[in-house]
T-cell receptor, first 110, second 110 residues
């Protein structure tokens, strides 16, 4: 069966510091991969999605970027975090069926 | 009109009652729909998918899709306090992306 791993679970970072969040999927090949952000009490905002290695589509222009260096690995990065980057970051995958989410990373910016 | 719209709630129902959650959608959303349950502080969990007009039942959950009226609903029978959560409705946009509603908070009162 397929599983999705996302880490770290929580992260506290100072403003202006870099960010790297990682997501990996097991048990499937060439999945579609997604990064979402959920601000406190708000809905899900799609940040990036990828339908294949090296293919990244950006939904929201901001100081975040994404990369897919391997088939089942998706990385969310930032060179300099802003206060507004705080939130709950969720990775998701699908391969033709419904999207399934990882456990998420709660990011706090100080 | 928002592409996928839900009443934010909270919807309060007594234990053992039927909870009815509704979602309307615009023409930009295709005919595949999904209901996710999100407990506070946790990631969304898929509970129902519905792809065709009509009803789909799974245990205490029934999803209903009405394409003519552009709404999808989720019924939870014999509601339990453990069903208290935010329920997210999502539609497939047909371009790898889902469009999520902002969620309805359900409170089941013991």
């Amino acid at each position: 069966s397929q599983t999705i791993h996302q880490w770290p679970a929580t992260l506290v970072q100072p403003v202006g510091s870099p960010l790297s969040l990682e997501c990996t999927v097991e048990g499937t090949s060439n999945p579609n991969l997604y990064w979402y952000r959920q601000a406190a009490g708000r809905g899900l905002q799609l940040l990036f999605y990828s339908v294949g290695i090296g293919q990244i589509s950006s939904e929201v222009p901001q100081n975040l970027s994404a990369s897919r260096p391997q088939d089942r690995q998706f990385i969310l990065s930032s060179k300099k975090l802003l206060l507004s980057d705080s939130g709950f970051y969720l990775c998701a995958w699908n391969d033709g069926g419904p999207q399934h989410f990882g456990d998420g990373t709660r990011l706090s910016i100080l | 009109q928002k592409e996928v719209e839900q009443n934010s709630g909270p919807l309060s129902v007594p234990e053992g009652a039927i909870a009815s959650l509704n979602c309307t959608y615009s023409d930009r959303v295709s005919q595949s729909f999904f209901w996710y349950r999100q407990y506070s502080g946790k990631s969304p969990e898929l509970i129902m998918s519905i792809y065709s007009n009509g009803d789909k039942e799974d245990g205490r959950f029934t999803a209903q899709l009405n394409k003519a009226s552009q709404y999808v609903s989720l019924l939870i029978r014999d509601s339990q306090p453990s069903d208290s959560a935010t329920y997210l409705c999502a539609g497939d946009s047909g371009t790898y992306k889902y469009i999520f509603g902002t969620g309805t908070r359900l409170k089941v009162l013991a």
